[in-house]
């Protein structure tokens, strides 16, 4: 089965400063990566996902990430954070085969003023 | 296109009652849907998987009889969490996939209090 490690529990950041959340999977299978956003008391919001092709995916609200298969990594950026970004994070991996998602234990991104 | 709800967006009921919660994919077809279990400041766990028309797959340490899932049409799917306690009070997530192997669909979330 596959899983999935977010490096860093918290990263607090000044506005207008870039960020790198890290995410790194380990699986035997072929694999489609995502990025969530999880605001306060709300579901789940797609940032973007990598199926296949170019490995520099770019996501809604600036976001973008770039899956490295030699390094299992899928780390997200952004060059220049809002106040509004902060938000918990969550990377996912999902099996190709079926369905089954597993999620990273999350990042707590807090933007300063 | 593919939003899920989920109804009711909270709920506080006392111990021992049960819980309905609902799923629904409003402009799609869903042949799979996933509930999920979020503890304050946790990830998201999976509790089951469900396709329409059979009986849903649990994860391990899930107990089936507690949490019954009930995935009637290619539109809904409901969890009802039976003998509520304290203990079950957590955030509960749905999410639908129209196509074996894609890409989920969440729904905004269940808070659940159990006093």
């Known amino acids: 089965a596959q899983s999935v490690t977010q490096l860093d529990s918290q990263v607090p950041v000044f506005e207008e400063a870039p960020v790198e959340l890290r995410c790194n999977y380990s699986s035997s299978v072929s694999v489609y990566l995502f990025w969530y956003v999880q605001y306060p008391n709300q579901g789940l919001q797609l940032l973007l996902k990598y199926l296949s092709g170019s490995t520099l995916v770019k996501g809604i609200n600036g976001f973008e990430a770039e899956f490295n298969k030699s390094q299992t990594s899928f780390h997200l950026r952004k060059p220049s954070v809002h106040i509004s970004d902060t938000a918990e994070y969550f990377c996912a991996v999902s099996d190709k085969n079926n369905n089954d998602m597993r999620f990273g234990a999350g990042t707590r991104l807090t933007v300063k003023p | 296109g593919a939003v899920v709800s989920q109804h009711p967006s909270w709920v506080i009921c006392k111990s021992g009652t049960s819980v309905k919660i609902e799923c629904r994919s409003l402009d799609f077809q869903a042949t799979t849907m996933f509930w999920y279990r979020q503890f304050p400041k946790q990830s998201l766990m999976l509790m089951a998987t469900?396709?329409?028309?059979?009986?849903?797959?649990?994860e391990q340490g899930v107990e089936k009889d507690k949490f019954l899932i009930n995935h009637a049409s290619l539109t809904l799917s409901t969890l009802t969490v039976t003998s509520a306690h304290p203990e079950d009070s957590s955030f509960y997530i749905c999410?639908?996939?129209?196509?074996?192997?894609?890409?989920?669909?969440f729904g905004p979330g269940t808070r659940l209090t159990v006093t």
């Open positions: 469900s396709n329409e028309g059979s009986k849903a797959t649990y």
């Open positions: 999410s639908a996939s129209r196509i074996w192997g894609y890409e989920q669909y």
